[in-house]
Every structure is written in C-alpha cells, then in structure tokens.
Antibody, heavy 121, light 109 residues
C-alpha cells in the first residue's frame, strides 16, 4: 500500500525557517517524481515545488522561489522541503504527493495527509 | 503560465441529481493533461480523473471527465451522499509548475 506521511509542520515566526519531511513507503520511491502542494485555510490547492526521480531537476512556484528548497534521499525514501524567510501567506497545510510512476511529469496519484505550517509571531 | 478557472464556485444539488462541473484553461492544455481531484473536509485530495477522461483506480463509474483544449467538464451522473465535497482541476501538460483551479464546492441542497 502506498503511503506518504508528512511531518515537521508547526508554529514558526515570520522570517523563520522550517523543514518538512515526507516518508514514503509501499512503492519504489526512486522511480517517482514527487511534489509539494499547499492549501491555505479555506482556500484551494496551490502548487509549491517538484523534484525529479534522481533529484537533479527541481521546479518551484514563483511565490516560493529563492526561499524554499526541495530535496530527496532515495536511500531513505524521504522527500524534504526546506522553507526559509517564512511569511504569513506561507501558512497552509503542506501535502507531499507522488507523480504517477513512469518517469514523466504527470498527475498526482497519491497524497499524504498533510502537515500544518503556521506562521505567526 | 496556464490559469485554470472552475465554475461554479459552489453547486447545490440533491442526491440522485446530475452534477456538471467546469474547468476552463487560459490556454490550450497539451495532450489533454487535465486531472480532477476530490477533497472531503479534513482529508487530502484524491485523484478521480486523469488525462481529461480516464477514471483513476477506485473511482466509481458515475464519475466521468470530458473535454479538450481549454474546456473540461467533470460529470457525476447520479449524486450519492458521499460525493458532496470540493473538486479541484489541475493541468500537468509539459513540466511543472502545475496549475490548479480554485475548486468547486458541491454541497447538499
């Protein structure tokens, strides 16, 4: 069974940093591109970042470019999102999601349950 | 960058009725690379439809997707009580960054 479990969310002050983790299991992690998507309270889904199977290619939304860094450790089946210079509009539930196996950039077929990031002084 | 606009924002229907949800793209979506997700309160999104019209594993056959180019539709033929949720569309043509619509809330009339 495919499982994605996020952790690392919490309360952080504006300007602070936080690292989110996503533990993957039930599939060959190194064969799937991975993504981070967030959802602010009461809002829709917002794309955050993507990383290729080997970590060599990454993408970011303009809103987080230069502040967030996505990475992965295929030996541990782990996905990470290092977030810096956090702002109030970064406050959201952050989901990790799996790209459909096949190596390309496609739809997100499995999602984690999310981890809440609260930015407040 | 493609912008997706979903309509209506909220749709109020009764169980047994047919639901039609729209997702319009600001430019053509390549290879009909359009997905639909269902999200219930407090839960993560769940994939329903990919490639504009392909049902994901486990999606009931009352859900169907159609459309091409810039106009896409999610249809629920006969609403069941568990179908009342928020529905999101997403384009994934080419490479990221991806775009999501703002969501349509389907609630019970």
């Amino acid at each position: 069974e495919v499982q994605l479990v996020e952790s690392g969310g919490g309360l952080v002050q504006p300007g602070g940093s936080l690292r989110l983790s996503c533990a993957a299991s039930g599939f060959t992690f190194s064969s799937c591109a991975m993504h981070w998507v967030r959802q602010a309270p009461g809002q829709g889904l917002e794309y955050v970042s993507s990383i290729s199977t080997d970590g060599g290619v990454t993408f970011y939304a303009n809103s987080v470019k230069g502040r967030f860094t996505v990475s992965r450790d295929n030996s541990k089946s782990m996905l990470y999102l290092q977030m810096g210079s956090l702002r109030s509009d970064d406050m959201a539930v952050y989901y990790c999601a799996r790209d459909s196996p096949g190596g390309g950039w496609t739809y997100l077929d499995y999602w984690g349950q999310g981890t809440l990031v609260t930015v407040s002084s | 960058e493609i912008v997706l606009t979903q309509s209506p924002g909220t749709l109020s229907l009764s169980p047994g009725e047919r639901a039609t949800l729209s997702c319009r793209a600001s430019q053509s979506v390549s290879s009909n690379s359009l997905a639909w997700y269902q999200q219930k309160p407090g839960q993560a999104p769940r994939l329903l439809i990919y490639g504009a019209s392909n049902r994901a594993a486990g999606s009931p056959d009352r859900f169907s997707g159609s459309g091409s180019g810039t106009d896409f539709t999610l249809t629920i033929s006969r609403l069941e009580p568990e179908d009342f949720a928020v529905y999101h569309c997403q384009q994934y043509g080419g490479s990221p960054p991806y775009a999501f619509g703002q969501g349509t809330k389907l609630d019970i009339k």
